[in-house]
């Protein structure tokens, strides 16, 4: 059973437009989460991230919201770049004993259209 | 630069051969993990060191062990391999409880026929 889900594998945008990235989750104990960013042959590279008790993370063109009473966290892009194109997965922080432990979802790739 | 280095970056075996797929970090940090990641499931814990001398289990771990050669070195082995097990293999870093941000490695591309 996926504690952090991803439901759209793929998404187009215009370049210039806002990307919206959406990630869903079953766990209410998890303290942290993050976005990772990754582009084809290599390693996902850390994006932002929120902690459970903020509900808006902002740097630069990337802002991540979070809704703890629907589970929900959404990253937003804007504007969207063509270097934006890459696959982003959605990762949630266990808290206590668990807490050095991340887990993913399964991903969405995004793709930015001229 | 500094980072975390994984060998090999591809590898094919026949089922039943054995491997050892190994990564290095030159950060200092204290805690290491093995995630495989395939189509549609992301990525997936397979074994984790939270601190030099100490293993555990993740997600995924039937089939690995590991091996936490020092504070540097975290190693996966397959001791009989299987091609449930053709995934592409990530190490990665962190310093621990209070930092959250992973650094990958590139990974390795592992192909059992």
């Known amino acids: 059973d996926q504690q952090v889900k991803q439901n759209s594998p793929s998404l187009s945008v215009q370049e210039g437009r806002i990307s919206i990235l959406n990630c869903d989750y079953t766990n209410s104990m998890f303290d942290y989460f993050l976005w990772y960013k990754k582009y084809p042959a290599e390693g996902p590279t850390f994006l932002i991230s929120i902690s459970s008790i903020k509900d808006k993370n902002e740097d630069g063109r990337f802002t991540v919201f979070l809704n703890k009473s629907a589970k929900h966290l959404s990253l937003h892009i804007v504007p969207s770049q063509p270097g934006d194109s890459a696959v982003y997965f959605c990762?949630?922080?266990?808290?206590?004993?668990?807490?050095?432990?991340?887990?993913f979802g399964s991903g969405t790739r995004l793709s930015i259209r001229p | 630069n500094a980072g975390v280095t994984q060998t090999p970056k591809f590898q094919v075996l026949k089922t039943g051969q054995s491997m050892t797929l190994q990564c290095a970090q030159d950060?200092?940090?204290?805690?290491m993990y093995w995630y495989r990641q395939d189509p549609g499931m992301g990525l997936r814990l397979i074994y984790y060191?939270?601190?030099?001398?100490?293993?555990d289990k993740g997600e995924v771990p039937n089939g690995y062990n590991v091996s936490r050669l020092n504070k540097r070195e975290f190693s996966l082995r397959l001791e009989s391999a299987a091609p449930s097990q053709t995934s592409v293999y990530f190490c990665?870093?962190?310093?621990?409880?209070?930092?959250?941000?992973?650094?990958f490695g590139s990974g390795t591309r592992l192909t059992v026929v």
């Open positions: 990665a870093s962190s310093e621990g409880y209070l930092n959250y941000g992973y650094t």
């Open positions: 060191s939270a601190s030099e001398g100490t293993t």
């Open positions: 950060m200092n940090h204290n805690s």
């Open positions: 990762a949630a922080r266990g808290e206590g004993s668990s807490a050095s432990k991340i887990i």
